[in-house]
């Protein structure tokens, strides 16, 4: 029983030193450093949006539209002479909100039907892997067009199911390569010696042992998943109005580029911060978790 | 490799065939029926059955999946129910525009990409190699569209160099190559920076294979090595990813085409969906799926060429 503690406590004491070990090393990284801070600030300008903004991000005035950047309007008015810094702000939710939720989703629905590839038998492996191909046979961005013209809706909840299914199979990839490794140690073969069931197996021995890789990758998606939603709500198929986005801001911009730049200047800069500091983050995190993932 | 190209081919298939399936099931989820939908609330009861006899909704449904892969793989991709063109036409209209973006976009990302990883690789960790890869992350990160709204600012609308929309005259092969430069380079810039990184960290791993120093040892010029040997085993990856961001390139094309306003597949869908031609939409997607499947073969079977350790391993 002694040794047992012991044990345990060593294994925990390892446990936090890895972790502690890793943050140390993403902080030490000078992008990882840039990265971090570009998305505290998102994440601030996020929850605090309310209070940051010097308008409501809806409140319209046509007689001041089209302006560009002046001490009342920092980054100028749209066409509705709503104001932009306000909308840029309340537009940054959108975006967190719907990568985050999206990779989420993906990262489950991957994770669970990888690991039922990798661990099931070869039938089901082949049909799995079939489906994935298929859903990736596609073009993605193509397919969430059709997806979400199809359906005929556009909302949070349809984007975040839509661009979620888009990215699964990578997942479902990944984590039935990791699956297959894990699935000859031999810490797998006395669970299954002692009789557990295969759920246990797969949720209690093998999930914790890929669930590395898997986080990496839901971290170096989240930008591009951002992107993604900002070119939907670009061709109109994104969030409904009159809802900030980031995209639509874009959109605005670009339908009325001849008149004023202001918005598409201001919308893609923040764009380009914003996958910028996900995609220093990420890099430094996998190259603090395992370099050999570089080709992920 | 004969049975190497089989099975991929057949692979291929059973994709393709999955893919339609799904598109199929897809379209039955459109909610309302597709006839009054497209013909809107003021049609009468007559002319709504006359479309859906014609567009063949009449039928039970596996008769409908069946029709619609048969007629698929005869090249009938449907009529527009609108103004009666056939699909199969107005695609084949606007494809080598598309074609010509996805080409001349993956040829930029090579001819500048190459370069630049190479020189990187073999100036590692001075400052020109870390402003390189920054340079190449920070172009990488930023999603293709931008480029596209951020070059019709500046190089069309206010610096006047390039047109502003269009595709240009057709039958003038100088105005369409003049009108295909912002947009393949808008398109492109995004995969210099991918092809970068990665000539320069396989040139990297593969400098240290054993196969580099005996060429070097037997006094091969560091030139020869460099485009024989170095180039060869590095390029491999590239060749992966360019298959894989061909199906990229052609979401990425949609968005391209609809800010220039450039003819082609994507600009094709974005205009069915405003005014829900279903039939173009659909013929569209069948198009883009097979393309992006056709690359994705080639890809697969372009390993066996380049690398003939794969060719061994089959």
């Known amino acids: ?296 | 490799m004969f049975s190497l190209i089989i099975r991929r081919f057949l692979l291929g298939l059973i994709t393709v065939l999955g893919a339609m399936i799904l598109l199929f099931i897809l379209i039955q989820l459109v909610p309302g029926d597709p006839a009054s939908i497209m013909l809107g609330p003021r049609a009468s009861p007559q002319l709504i059955e006359n479309i859906r006899a014609r567009m063949g909704l009449d039928q039970p449904v596996y008769v409908q999946l069946f029709r619609f892969i048969f007629n698929i793989f005869r090249g009938d991709l449907g009529t527009d129910v609108l103004n009666q063109r056939s699909v199969s036409t107005m695609i084949i209209n606007v494809l080598p525009y598309t074609i010509a973006l996805a080409t001349a976009s993956i040829f930029i990302a090579v001819v500048l990409g190459v370069p630049l990883g190479v020189y990187s690789a073999f100036y590692r960790n001075t400052i020109l190699d870390r402003i390189l890869t920054f340079a190449s992350i920070s172009i990488i990160t930023t999603p293709s569209f931008l480029f596209g709204l951020f070059f019709l600012l500046l190089f069309s609308l206010t610096l006047g160099w390039f047109p502003v929309m269009g595709g240009g005259e057709s039958g003038n092969l100088l105005d369409q190559l003049y009108h295909l430069v912002l947009p393949a380079f808008a398109l492109g810039i995004r995969w210099v920076g991918y092809v970068a990184r990665l000539i320069r960290s396989s040139v990297l791993e593969e400098m240290h294979e054993d196969y580099i120093r005996t060429a070097r040892a037997k006094g091969l010029s560091e030139k020869i090595v460099i485009s024989k040997h170095v180039l060869r085993g590095a390029i491999l990856p590239v060749v992966a990813i360019l298959g894989v961001g061909f199906g990229n390139l052609l979401g990425g094309a949609v968005l391209i085409e609809v800010i220039f306003h450039r003819p082609g597949l994507g600009y094709l869908i974005y205009n069915a969906f405003r005014t829900r031609n279903y039939p173009v939409v659909q013929g569209a997607l069948v198009v883009a799926i097979f393309m992006y499947a056709v690359v994705n073969m080639f890809t697969d079977l372009s390993y066996g060429l380049i690398d003939p350790r794969i060719r061994k391993g089959e």
């Not at chain 1, 670009?254 to 890099?283: A, K, Q």
């Open chain 1, 1 to 296: 029983m002694e040794s047992k503690n012991t044990l345990l406590k060593i294994a925990n004491k390892t446990k936090k030193m890895g972790k502690f070990f890793i943050s140390q090393k993403v902080f030490k990284d000078f992008f990882g450093k840039v990265g971090f801070a570009l998305i505290v600030i998102v994440f601030l300008m996020a929850i605090f949006a309310p209070f940051l903004s010097p308008y409501d991000p809806d409140q319209v005035n046509v007689i001041n539209k089209l302006a560009g950047p002046s001490r009342t309007h920092l980054m100028g008015t749209d066409h509705l002479g709503r104001d932009v810094f306000s909308r840029i702000l309340y537009g940054s939710r959108i975006s967190l909100a719907i990568s985050i939720a999206a990779v989420t989703f993906a990262s489950i629905i991957g994770t669970v039907l990888g690991m039922i590839s990798g661990y099931g038998s070869e039938t089901l492996d082949h049909i799995l892997r079939t489906f994935f191909d298929i859903i990736r046979s596609f073009p993605s961005l193509i397919f969430a067009i059709a997806v979400i013209i199809m359906l005929g809706t556009s909302g949070i909840p349809t984007l975040t199911i839509v661009i979620g299914f888009t990215y699964f199979p990578r997942y479902a990839r990944l984590i039935r390569a990791q699956t297959l490794k894990v699935k000859k140690k031999e810490y797998l073969i006395s669970a299954k010696a002692i009789g557990q069931s295969d759920i246990k197996i797969m949720f209690k021995h093998i999930l914790p042992n890929i669930k590395g890789p898997m986080f990496i990758m839901a971290a170096m998606d989240i930008p591009s998943i951002i992107a993604f939603e900002a070119g939907l709500s670009f061709l109109g198929l994104g969030v409904n109005p009159p809802t900030p986005s980031w995209g639509t801001i874009l959109r605005n911009g670009y339908l009325n580029i001849r008149h004023s730049p202001w918005m598409v200047i201001f919308g893609g800069g923040m764009l380009i911060f914003v996958t910028l500091g996900f995609t220093f983050l990420g890099e430094a995190l996998r190259d603090a978790y395992d370099p050999r993932l570089k080709n992920l």
